[in-house]
């Protein structure tokens, strides 16, 4: 059975930090791509980043740059996003996914094979 658990979400001020985590299990986790995408509730899942299953690629929506780090280490079969000055419309549901690394499009919603329940992440100004 298929398991990517995400953590560390919470409330935090502007300007102040958080570091989610995602661990999976019930996969060959270094094989996988991996994904965080952020919902509000009534908008569209948005992308947030992605990291190939090697670390040799990495890319982040144009909102975070410079101010979001995603990572991995495939022998702990976790993935994070360190979020640093933190705003207002970071506010969502975080999640995490998973794709069978097989160069699929990583910012798009349809290509995942598997998600994370999610995790809450709420910044007050």
């Known amino acids: 059975q298929v398991q990517l658990v995400e953590s560390g979400g919470g409330l935090v001020q502007a300007g102040g930090s958080l570091r989610l985590s995602c661990e999976a299990s019930g996969i060959t986790f270094s094989r996988y791509d991996m994904g965080w995408f952020r919902q509000v509730a009534g908008k569209e899942r948005e992308f947030v980043a992605a990291?190939?299953?090697?670390?040799?690629?990495?890319d982040y929506a144009d909102s975070v740059k410079d101010r979001f780090t995603i990572s991995r280490d495939n022998a702990k079969n976790t993935v994070w996003l360190q979020m640093n000055d933190l705003k207002p419309d970071d506010t969502a549901v975080y999640y995490c996914?998973?794709?069978?690394?097989?160069?699929?499009?990583?910012?798009?919603?349809?290509?995942?094979?598997?998600w994370g329940q999610g995790t809450q992440v709420t910044v007050s100004s």
């Open positions: 996914a998973a794709v069978w690394s097989r160069l699929p499009p990583l910012r798009e919603v349809r290509t995942y094979d598997y």
């Open positions: 990291i190939r299953w090697t670390s040799d690629s990495i």
